[in-house]
Structure formats: C-alpha cells, structure tokens
C-alpha cells in the first residue's frame, strides 16, 4: 500500500469515525426526547434538560467536543420543540423559559467541552504513559546490553588476569621441580656425567620443598577465594586481643621479616574484640608479607592499632616502599591483580599471586570491617588500613548458644 492510499483510507477512518459521533449524539437526544414525551403527561422541564445534559455529557466522553456541540444544539431544538410551552412550536411565551433554555444551553455546551478536555487529557497521560513504558524498556535494554557488554570485558579480564597468575605461579615452580627432580635422576644413572656432593642434593631437595609449598599456598589461596566468593567463609568468632592476633602472625612470618625492625604499637587499654582471631591473623600475615615484598630489604615495618570510634579497631600496617599509585589503590583488592607492571617483574620486584589482598578484603568485610590503603608517613610507602567491630556481650552470649547446640548436634 502506497503512502497516498494509506493516508486516504486514514482519512476516510476518521471522517467515519466523527460521522459515527454526530449520528449517536442525535439518536441520543431522539431517544431521550422520545422516551420522555411517550408518557403523555406533562414532565418538569428540569429533568428533561437533566436528562438531556447526560446524552450530551455521555456524547463528549465518548465522541469528543464537536459531537457533544451537536448533541447539545439538538437537544435545545428538542427541548423547546416538545417541552417548553407552547408545545409543537419553536416559540416560547413565558420569559423564564427563554432563560431555561439558554442556561440549559451553556450548561450543555460548557459540560460537553469539559468533558471532552477531561478525556483528551485522560488519552494524553495514557499516551504518556505508554511513552514511559516504551523509553523504561529501551532503558532496561540498554542497560541490560551494557551490563552483558561490562561483564564480558570483566570476564576477559579477569581470564587474562588468571592466565597470568597460572602461567607465572604454576609453572614456576612446576618447572623447579621438573629441573631439580631431573638431576636427580640424572646423577642416579651410572652412565650419567653428574656427580652431585651431599650439599647440592641437599639444596634440590629443598628447592622441591619450596616450590610445593608454593604451590600449595597457591592452591589454597584459589580455594579460600572461592569460599569467600560464594558466601561459605564461616567465622569461628570469640574474645581475643590484637595484640595475640599479631603475635601470632608474626611468628608465622618470621622468616620473611629476618633483617627487619618489625614496631607494633597498640592503644593502652584496646578492648578484646569479638572476631575469627584465625582470620584476622591471615589478614595481618598477608599486609606484612606485601609490606616486606615491596619494601627495600632491611626497611622496617610499622603495625598498629586503636580505637576507631566506640564499636570498630582499627588496625595498619606501614611500609617504605615505591608505594602504590592513588589510581591503582582500590584495583588491588581485585583477585589476581598486581600493581607492579610486567617490566618492573623483570627488574627484579617481587610478584604475587594477586589474591592475597582479595582474601584479607574478603575477610575483613565479613568481619563487618573495611580495608583500604593510605599513602605512607611523609607521602612516602604504602600503609594498609583495616577495621573490624569490637562486638558486644550480646552477640557472645549468641554465639556461644550457637556453638553449644552445635555441638550437642554432633554429639547426639
């Protein structure tokens, strides 16, 4: 169908469509007329012109402005015609009736016009409406699309990220293991031209050593992040104080902070605190070892601890290195992100698996604490912060029902 003939059969629509309201404002009028005057009594002029002013009420909400003028004129005729003494004619004798008729009149036609504003204004807010829903749905869409779009390039980078991790913290030590190991075998031959003393067995031995346990941790660390990511990390929360918390994690990095000054200081009197005192250790070991990883060797290293208003502690651990640049800051807690660029790897600096700091963030904010970072004393180094809520007697006394009838559980 061509543009002309499409708007001809639209025209011809609404001409028929407007027809359509003139002729049911007339047969409206006609029927009222008729089914008043069919009685043969004499019947008050005002319900026959309240009578009439629904026809033409009806006609406005239905038809519109046009139709209700017509319903409203045709309803005058009919009125004067057939009510209004003397009847049978289009005269009128007494002058109140002169005055009816033109209040019915303005009233009909004032009445028809408001009606049909209200139903234009009705159709325009149902239009409007309809607009809302149309441009929410493309919103929606494109949003949806941009999130769909986001999340890909999230899940490509975070498969480059874990292609990396792989590639640089399996077969590392994969390939330690595989040389060490291969010169063992080699020197077992008795055709083999390697002859190895006590002390380079030794030293292979210990090279298998330190690489399992590397990949170990590695192995762990993809576990604990897992765990953390589908909500099943369980806190074993009871009384404890920092200062055991960082006993505890410093014993444990003992051999990583050899040749360092390690200074902790703690508030006087710091209340105990109601957390995983296993947790909070791991998150303490894991800022230390990133504070001695990107430190020169020999720098000290500063922890401590205080109040951060009535119901957190606030715990930080300070180091001297390069630091960390502002833009980067709250990147690292990303799982296999590593601030330190490829290069500087070649140069010597230290890297990690990029999940140690995801882990400690993921604990500490299942805690109900928050972990961030600060530039160093003087603008200089980097200093890991980190809150975790003192807790209450309350919550104790829960817990330890929880644990109790746990415990009966397994018992019985």
């Not at 993921?362 to 200093?383: K, L, N, P, Y």
Request: charged share 25%; aromatic share 8%.
């Amino acid at each position: 169908m061509s543009f002309t003939s499409l708007s001809s059969f639209l025209s011809l629509t609404s001409l028929k469509a407007r027809w359509a309201g003139y002729v049911s404002a007339v047969l409206g009028i006609a029927a009222v007329t008729f089914a008043l005057k069919l009685p043969g009594e004499s019947i008050n002029p005002t319900t026959v012109a309240l009578a009439m002013l629904l026809v033409v009420l009806f006609t406005a909400a239905s038809w519109g402005a046009r139709p209700a003028i017509v319903a409203s004129l045709f309803g005058v005729l009919c009125f004067n015609f057939f009510f209004l003494p003397p009847f049978g004619r289009f005269t009128i004798d007494a002058p109140d009736n002169w005055i009816a008729l033109f209040a019915f009149l303005i009233t009909a036609v004032t009445a028809g016009q408001l009606s049909a504003r209200v139903k234009h204004r009705a159709e325009e807010a149902e239009a409007g409406r309809r607009e809302i829903e149309r441009l929410y749905d493309e919103l929606r869409d494109a949003f949806e699309r941009a999130s769909h779009a986001e999340a890909l390039r999230q899940s490509e980078r975070l498969k480059s990220a874990l292609l990396d991790a792989v590639t640089h913290d399996l077969r590392t030590p994969l390939t330690s293991i595989k040389a060490s190991v291969t010169t063992l075998l080699d020197e077992m031959d008795d055709k083999a031209s390697v002859e190895l003393d006590d002390e380079a067995r030794r030293e292979m031995l210990e090279v298998i050593n330190e690489e399992c346990d590397r990949l170990n941790r590695f192995i762990e660390g993809l576990v604990e992040l897992a765990r953390i990511e589908a909500g099943e990390l369980r806190l074993r929360r009871r009384w404890g104080t920092i200062e055991e918390m960082t006993e505890t994690a410093l014993a444990r990095a003992r051999k990583i902070t050899n040749g360092r000054q390690v200074r902790i200081e703690v508030e006087p009197d710091l209340p105990v605190v109601l957390v995983d005192p296993r947790a909070v250790s791991e998150v303490i070991y894991t800022l230390v070892d990133n504070a001695a990883k990107y430190s020169a060797s020999g720098m000290p290293i500063h922890i401590t601890a205080g109040r951060d208003g009535d119901e957190m502690i606030r715990v930080s651990v300070r180091d001297h290195g390069r630091g960390i640049p502002v833009e980067l800051r709250e990147r690292v807690f990303d799982k296999f992100f590593r601030a330190t660029r490829e290069a500087d790897s070649k140069k010597g600096q230290p890297s990690g698996t990029g999940m140690g700091l995801a882990i400690a963030r993921g604990i500490v904010e299942a805690h109900g604490g928050q972990i961030w970072i600060e530039s160093g004393e003087g603008g200089r180094g980097t200093q890991v912060v980190f809150t975790v809520p003192i807790g209450d007697e309350e919550e104790a006394d829960y817990l330890l029902e929880v644990q109790t009838a746990v415990a009966r559980g397994a018992d019985g």
